[in-house]
């Protein structure tokens, strides 16, 4: 069963600082992985779908890289900004349809 | 473009009494699927229905979780007794195709078990 660890479990930077989140997954012969973001009370946001054939994906400022080889993801914020505080999530899919899911990096942004 | 939908948000009840959840999924989307959130936990994959039809349903508790997608739009999940342990917000995404598709999730409902 593929197993999902996020590090760290809390971050806290200024605001404007450049950051990473990592995810890393037990087995490596994954279809996708996915980055989502969720707000306290709320479900859960899309933010970056990655097929096991990419090695990175781009949305404005953020940039996720996948590393299936090694077992890893990573989320890049550049110059972050309060409105990015939140729980972000990673998930991974061995067959494109179920995904397991990581226990989330709480980010908040001082500003 | 509408999201999709859950009701009720909130829901609280004493063990061993039964509950309902529904879920609207986005106009066109074809895979729906359950999920349990436990505080302080990633979500877990409850069931998965595309269109009227199961294609995971290996972590749900079937002796007492139950759900139901007929005619492949709507969906309902019942919990038949609540046991504290059920205590977590219950999730509802969907997605346009079965595979490699982006998922999006509804707002959630948060069940309480006393």
């Known amino acids: 069963k593929q197993e999902v660890t996020q590090i760290p479990a809390a971050l806290s930077v200024p605001e404007g600082e450049n950051l990473v989140l990592n995810c890393s997954f037990t087995?490596?012969?994954?279809?996708?992985l996915q980055w989502f973001r969720q707000d306290p009370g709320k479900g859960l946001t899309s933010l970056l779908l990655?097929?096991?054939?990419?090695r990175e994906q781009t949305s404005g400022r953020l940039n996720a890289s996948l590393d299936k080889s090694s077992g890893r993801s990573t989320l890049y914020i550049a110059a972050s900004q309060p409105g990015d505080s939140a729980t972000y999530l990673c998930?991974?899919?061995?067959?494109?349809?179920?995904?397991?899911f990581g226990t989330g990096t709480s980010l908040t942004v001082i500003p | 473009e509408a999201g999709v939908a859950q009701s009720p948000r909130y829901k609280i009840i004493e063990k061993r009494q039964s509950v309902a959840f529904w879920c609207n999924p986005i106009s066109g989307h074809a895979t729906l699927y359950w999920y349990q959130q436990i505080l302080g936990q990633g979500p877990k994959l409850l069931i998965q229905f595309q269109n009227n039809g199961v294609v995971d349903d290996s972590q749900l508790p079937k002796d007492r979780f139950s759900a139901e997608r007929l005619k492949g739009v709507d969906s309902t999940l019942k919990i038949q007794p609540a046991k504290l342990e059920d205590s977590a917000v219950y999730l509802c995404?969907?997605?346009?195709?079965?595979?490699?598709?982006?998922?999006?999730f509804g707002p959630g409902t948060r069940l309480l078990v006393l």
């Open positions: 998930a991974v899919s061995n067959t494109g349809n179920q995904f397991y």
């Open positions: 990655i097929q096991s054939s990419q």
């Open positions: 087995d490596s012969a994954i279809y996708n």
């Open positions: 995404a969907s997605s346009f195709g079965l595979t490699s598709e982006t998922q999006y």
